[in-house]
């Protein structure tokens, strides 16, 4: 499936630039109660990340089953403590939008994630266990409390659709583009426009935009060094102009290596990305696009509050000392001291060998943008995606063949996708009419299987990051899912300019998806089912409107409301995983569930003020959301014996207001300010397998209702210097709100100095930066193995510590 992917891409790549050059529960019942739709007898949740829990409402829905959060904590009640450039037009076609500048962008470590420099946004919380965010299994975006895999996300043009760990829907950012080739990023403050293509958006959209080839030939070199071992190296390589129809090209590779601030092993990622421009004729163009990645990290262990509390900050998996964690898992060797006097909670659950995953992707295509005539214009892209992925962690609970105490067990994921966004735009008077389809085919596989261990003494062990295979194929295969998704999405719309200043966009989309296939096999004796589920899902919405409003009073004042319905394609995922009606625990529980089973929507109002001017920048919006069906997974049942349970939670109420300020006093000075606040509740009662809880009115999971942002940026000649700090309020753990993770400080600092030409380098440039500048402890990921209805669970991560970054970099 790689190689196919990979020849495909080049082939197209090849032959595009050949004619370039050629041319707490109560007894109660209520009648809005929400229903469940399915529980886990076997608590086995496979896919860390794999749908978030989340979202507006739970946790990540990680791999369980042998996890650490297998076996929870006890009952616990307790409340743990522990220019900014974000500007630009506030619409950019259609949509309420806010961009990150180039500026912003270059003060960050090479390589880090582009979902970090969103963080200074109003309403934006990123947090990450890693200080460039780049580990898919320990990061986490929300906007205005979506989660990240409810949001529409493109890099040029491309859907990424659902990025959260182990999907089978979707790909990464971070491995989508390498950091240093973004020219443009923009995010939404409404709901997203209607012509945006994705499966999942449903509070807003992000659009990231890669660099054009240079016009003289040239490159860019860049090295970074960091705490723990870190490095990282990035090439760029411009053909310029290749003749005079202006053909032009460049390729760059990445290598990023990160060190481990807790425990041994690494977090490594490379990357190659190409782009061919090709104009046609003044105002058409056509572009090639390629990316590769390649990715291979030891993952952070999941914590607890009774963790943090008796055993402190920092529990690191035992890896590399694989005579200690063979002797604990046959019992010839103690547990670490303090390990099994955490209430609740298995020491041999804290003290596993190992966790990683090793993954690769391919993305390529072709974009076409073509003036047809003076008034009409077609824009086109065509694109592919192939993704092989290994999730893995160290199995007590099914021992190697040849005597081992344990296995490696992998979770393999496969998908292959390809895709065509087409539109057309006309412009006539006052009139801008817009139509196109989008349709993509992606088939995707998930298989769980275990490999054998060495015999202590008689051989190295296996690692996280593969390979598996050493002592011999899979000895042990729990399931093999397979499924065939399509989506077609239509949109139309019309761009009215009202009057001078005054424009209305109003248009609609039409959306289906449906998802065929599902259990290929399944061994009855893992899984504990006569038969796992396999049948249809269709997800269809005829009218999905979205109007927008905007008013330039004067080149001073603006005024702005956007709303939207939108919805999300259903989850696709396998037994056992995350949030997706494929993951109960038997096909006839997915029989029944689907009868009345409806895909989640949201409707989003929002409406806000802008004040522009030289030395004041001024933004500030309300909002309201209302999330419809989300179906989401909570750990439900007793903590030392947990069910994970998918539940349709209802309704989902989310109003909020952002202010943001930026004042540039003096040339080369910006200061900013931004203050978000969201009251976001769960509407419903629900039902579940672990008894009733009175949610209705309880605060969502995992987002601050408060956060504070400021910033100060100078630059005096080639120096610039920086700092900012946000502040994150108190997170609510569980669904029941009765424990809960105290509100936090993260700052971070940093300088460069430019100093242009050096014999035949040019714009020579060193920089300094310090992540977490005061070395706080805070927990970054919350809810990875679902969240808690009530107490404490061991699904959370701890952020990474203070590290130190200097960075060299020259073009030529």
Same mark, same amino acid.
Request: without cysteine; proline residues 4%; glycine residues 10%.
């Given at each position: ?12 790549? %090849? ?50 089953? &042998?996890?650490?959060? @297998? ?14 450039? !974000? ?94 080739? #973004? $020219?443009?990023? @923009? ?74 601030? *807790? ?17 046609? &004729? ?96 077609? &824009? ?12 893995? =962690? ?35 008077? @006052?009139?801008? /009419?817009?139509?196109? !389809? ?10 769980? /299987? ?7 003494? $008689? ?8 390979? +598996? ?17 399509? !989506?077609?999405? %239509? ?19 039409? *959306? ?30 005829? /009218?999905?409107?979205? !109007? ?10 603006? #005024? ?24 109960? $625990? ?62 349709? %939670? ?33 509407? @419903? ?7 009733? =809880? ?19 940026? +100078? ?21 029941? &709100? ?75």
């Amino acid at each position: 499936m790689r190689t196919r992917s990979l020849l495909l891409s080049s082939i197209a790549l %090849f032959a595009v630039s050949q004619s370039a050059l050629a041319a707490g529960h109560t007894p109660l019942q209520a009648a809005d109660d929400a229903a469940p739709v399915t529980a886990h007898a076997r608590t086995h949740v496979a896919a860390r990340h794999a749908g978030n829990a989340a979202q507006v409402a739970g946790g990540k829905n990680t791999p369980t089953r &042998n996890t650490p959060a @297998r076996r929870k904590a006890e009952a616990l009640e307790s409340h743990a403590t522990e220019s900014v450039a !974000v500007t630009g037009r506030q619409l950019t076609g259609r949509d309420a939008e806010q961009a990150v500048s180039k500026a912003i962008m270059r003060q960050y470590v090479p390589g880090t994630s582009a979902y970090k420099m969103l963080d200074r946004t109003p309403g934006v919380s990123f947090t990450s266990t890693d200080p460039f965010g780049i580990d898919s299994f320990g990061a986490n975006l929300y906007v205005r409390g979506f989660f990240m895999n409810q949001m529409g996300v493109t890099v040029d043009g491309v859907p990424l659709n659902d990025q959260t760990y182990q999907s089978v829907s979707g790909m990464s950012l971070a491995s989508a583009i390498i950091p240093d080739d #973004i $020219q443009s990023m @923009r995010m939404s403050q409404g709901a997203g426009s209607v012509e945006l293509p994705s499966t999942n958006t449903l509070g807003g959209t992000i659009q990231i935009g890669s660099a054009d080839p240079e016009d003289k030939r040239g490159g860019k070199v860049s090295q970074s060094f960091g705490s723990y071992g870190s490095y990282r190296t990035y090439v760029r390589l411009d053909s310029g102009k290749l003749n005079p129809t202006g053909t032009k090209f460049y390729t760059s590779y990445a290598r990023t290596d990160e060190g481990m601030w *807790m425990g041994s092993g690494d977090q490594f990622m490379q990357q190659v990305d190409a782009k061919l421009v090709q104009p046609i &004729n003044e105002r058409s163009r056509m572009s090639a696009f390629f990316n590769w990645s390649s990715l291979a990290q030891w993952n952070y262990p999941d914590t607890s509050i009774g963790i943090l509390k008796n055993l402190g900050w920092r529990t690191p998996h035992l890896y590399p000392n694989y005579g200690l964690a063979y002797g604990i898992a046959n019992g010839t060797s103690a547990l670490p001291a303090g390990y099994g006097n955490v209430p609740g909670i298995d020491g041999s659950n804290i003290a596993m060998y190992d966790g990683g995953q090793a993954e690769t992707n391919y993305m390529g295509g072709l974009h076409f943008d073509l003036a047809l005539t003076d008034h009409l214009t077609w &824009n086109t892209t065509i694109y592919g995606h192939s993704q092989t992925g290994y999730y893995s =962690y160290t199995d007590s609970d099914d021992p190697s063949p040849n005597g081992a105490p344990f296995s490696e067990e992998v979770w393999q994921n496969r998908q292959e996708r390809y895709g065509l966004d087409t539109s057309l735009r006309y412009k006539w008077g @006052r009139h801008t /009419f817009e139509g196109g !389809v989008w349709y993509e085919n992606n088939n995707q596989q998930a298989g769980l /299987f275990n490999y054998q261990q060495p015999l202590l003494g $008689q051989g190295a062990p296996l690692k996280a990051v593969g390979p +598996y295979d050493v002592y011999g194929p899979a000895f042990l295969e729990g399931y093999n899912f397979q499924w065939t998704t399509n !989506v077609m999405q %239509f949109h139309l719309q019309d761009s009215i300019q009202l009057a001078q200043g005054l424009t209305l966009h109003a248009g609609f989309k039409s *959306m289906t998806a449906t998802t065929s296939g599902g259990a290929q096999y399944n061994n009855a004796d893992w899984t504990g089912a006569d038969a796992l589920p396999n049948g249809s899902l269709t997800a269809s919405q005829a /009218f999905l409107p979205h !109007v927008n409003l905007d008013w330039h009073i004067n080149r001073h004042h603006e #005024i702005y409301v956007d709303v939207a319905e939108n919805m999300r394609a259903y989850e696709v995922s396998a037994y056992g995983v995350a949030n997706s009606v494929y993951s109960v $625990q038997d096909q006839a529980t997915f029989q029944a569930q689907k009868k009345s089973l409806e895909p989640s929507k949201a409707w989003v109002y929002l409406g806000g003020y802008r004040y522009t001017s030289k030395y004041f920048q001024v933004n500030a919006t309300v909002y309201h959301a209302s999330l419809i069906h989300p179906i989401l997974a909570a750990a439900v049942g007793s903590l030392t014996n947990p069910v994970s349970q998918v539940i349709d %939670f209802g309704h989902i109420s989310m109003t909020g207001a952002n202010g943001d300020i930026t004042i540039t006093p003096i040339d080369g000075l910006s200061i900013s300010n931004n203050l978000s606040y969201n009251k976001g509740t769960y509407d @419903r009662n629900v039902d579940t397998v672990g008894g009733y =809880y009175a949610l209705a009115g309880k605060n969502i999971v995992n987002y601050p209702a408060w956060m504070y942002k400021t910033s100060v940026a +100078y630059t005096w000649k080639g120096m610039t210097a920086h700092f900012d700090a946000n502040y994150y309020s108190r997170r609510y753990y569980s669904f029941m &709100n009765d424990t809960s993770i105290g509100g936090y400080w993260l700052a971070n600092a940093g300088a460069q100095y430019r100093f242009g030409k050096l014999s035949v380098l040019k714009d020579v440039t060193a920089s300094f930066n310090v992540y977490n500048l005061f070395n706080t402890k805070y927990i970054s990921m919350m809810g990875e193995n679902d969240n808690p209805a009530v107490g404490d669970y061991q699904s959370m991560e701890r952020g990474a510590v203070r590290e130190f970054f200097g960075t060299v970099s020259a073009s030529f």
